[in-house]
């Protein structure tokens, strides 16, 4: 996969690769539950967009970007609770970084809604 020329596969692909790793972490502490959930959403936003770099109609492309953009969404609130957790290992520039992915996706999506 191709991702060097188009800034929000970077981020969302090496955003995901960091989820993978922290995942693992999670679950070598034995937190099974919250490891499953935010793996499943924190790599569902570099699967969304990447799906919408092969859009139907504009429609398409804006749809599952704001897909991406729930998980983003969904994603923060599983690292909010590991943050706070006293038991769970924290990684506090998860947070950090899965902003930056919600700024790239917000100025895509609204920049998208203007052209049409």
Same mark, same amino acid.
């Given at each position: 996969?191709?991702?060097?020329?188009?800034?929000?596969?970077?981020?969302?692909?090496?955003?995901?690769?960091?989820?993978?790793? =922290?995942?693992? *972490? %999670?679950?070598?502490?034995?937190?099974?539950?919250?490891?499953?959930?935010? !793996? &499943?959403?924190?790599?569902?936003?570099?699967?969304?967009?990447?799906?919408?770099?092969?859009?139907?109609?504009?429609?398409?492309?804006?749809?599952?970007?704001?897909?991406?953009?729930?998980?983003?969404?969904?994603?923060? =609130?599983?690292? *909010? %609770?590991?943050?706070?957790?006293?038991?769970?290992?924290?990684?506090?520039? !998860? &947070?950090?970084?899965?902003?930056?992915?919600?700024?790239?996706?917000?100025?895509?999506?609204?920049?998208?809604?203007?052209?049409?």
């Amino acid at each position: 996969m191709k991702t060097s020329n188009n800034p929000l596969l970077e981020h969302t692909f090496n955003f995901s690769l960091e989820i993978i790793n =922290y995942c693992e *972490l %999670l679950e070598n502490e034995r937190k099974y539950v919250i490891a499953r959930q935010l !793996l &499943r959403s924190g790599t569902s936003i570099g699967a969304n967009s990447y799906e919408a770099q092969s859009p139907e109609s504009n429609a398409d492309f804006i749809h599952k970007l704001k897909l991406a953009d729930k998980e983003v969404r969904e994603t923060e =609130y599983w690292l *909010l %609770l590991c943050e706070r957790a006293t038991t769970y290992p924290k990684d506090p520039g !998860l &947070r950090r970084r899965l902003k930056e992915i919600e700024k790239l996706l917000s100025s895509i999506i609204s920049s998208s809604k203007k052209k049409y």
